[in-house]
């Protein structure tokens, strides 16, 4: 059986707010923690007050729940690119549902591939991604967040402009042709890496931890394989000005990494440890915002996310 105040702790930090507590309470049982009874764990954090100091340090910090309902805000975005491109339609309804403002997608068709290769990797990467959402939905429960509103049309737009890509007048479409959805994937997975990365030591139930871990390693062979279908097809110009808007985006430090390194490949970008850096929730924001500054909304989601982590910066 666990301890009273790690049970406590546990409670404070694995859900979004006092309601999601209170039913993962009820449900301890279900879940192997032992019989723990609310009144027992009340008294428990009058008498001592490390328990007290505990919960608090817990209330500063996101909750797990927080943290995961963030992840699923960046799946929603990954699986709706990624399906369009691949079969001309997002997420069924009913998995879009959930707590805060439900929002539709704006753009997205499906890709004329040129390279059946291409085509094979984005097809097992848009299957991973759905699957992502699934598993953070059942995760999360009735605390899950439903999908915000999501633009996949203008949005790359913006950002194409503000890496230099294109012209101010001029306009990017990621599913005109296989490069230009190489280009914008590139500009999702590497992202998701570190925020993964970087969510990981706000999380405190280990079985959580473990799947955001399992998610990384997928995220993290994502990445890989678009960073190498640029490497092969000699883009690491374009490239390099997308690395440079992130890295404008997230402020410093700039770790942002293009895929080649005096003139060799670099594929992984990692620091001199071959260790792969994170981003903070609030620069993930900053980045899909479009923002470098402290909003609330803008770029991928003109409305911003759902759940309590949705504020850049």
Do not use: C
Not at 148 to 168: N, Q, V
Not at 191 to 204: D, N, Q, R
Not at 270 to 283: L, Q, S, V
Not at 291 to 297: A, C, D, I
């Amino acid at each position: 059986m666990f301890g009273k105040k790690l049970v406590k702790n546990m409670i404070e930090r694995s859900a979004e707010n006092a309601t999601d507590r209170r039913r993962f309470l009820q449900s301890a049982g279900a879940l192997g923690l032992g019989v723990v009874g609310a009144s027992a764990i009340g008294k428990a954090s009058l008498a001592q007050p490390a328990a007290t100091e505990v919960a608090e340090a817990a209330a500063a910090a996101p909750s797990d729940g927080a943290v995961l309902n963030f992840a699923l805000n960046l799946e929603y975005l990954e699986a709706e690119f990624y399906l369009h491109a691949v079969t001309g339609e997002g997420l069924p309804d009913s998995w879009t549902t959930g707590k805060g403002t439900r929002g539709g997608v704006t753009g997205g068709y499906e890709v004329p591939f040129q390279s059946p290769i291409i085509k094979q990797y984005a097809k097992e990467i848009a299957a991973d991604e759905k699957a992502h959402v699934a598993f953070l939905r059942k995760a999360l429960g009735s605390a899950a967040v439903s999908r915000p509103k999501i633009d996949i049309r203008d949005s790359f737009t913006a950002a194409a402009r503000a890496a230099g890509l294109i012209g101010e007048m001029d306009t990017f479409d990621p599913y005109a042709n296989e490069n230009n959805f190489l280009l914008a994937a590139f500009l999702f997975e590497d992202v998701g890496v570190t925020a993964y990365k970087g969510a990981a030591p706000l999380i405190t139930n280990k079985t959580y931890l473990g799947a955001a871990a399992g998610i990384l390693a997928v995220e993290a062979y994502h990445a890989a394989t678009i960073r190498t279908s640029l490497f092969e097809k000699g883009m690491s110009g374009p490239v390099k000005k997308l690395s440079a808007a992130r890295n404008m985006l997230d402020g410093p430090p700039l770790d942002d990494q293009g895929i080649t390194n005096f003139g060799e490949a670099n594929i992984n970008p990692t620091d001199n440890n071959g260790i792969a850096f994170g981003r903070t929730p609030g620069h993930v924001l900053n980045i899909v915002y479009l923002n470098p500054g402290q909003v609330s909304k803008g770029g991928f989601y003109p409305q911003g996310v759902n759940g309590e982590v949705h504020v850049s910066g």
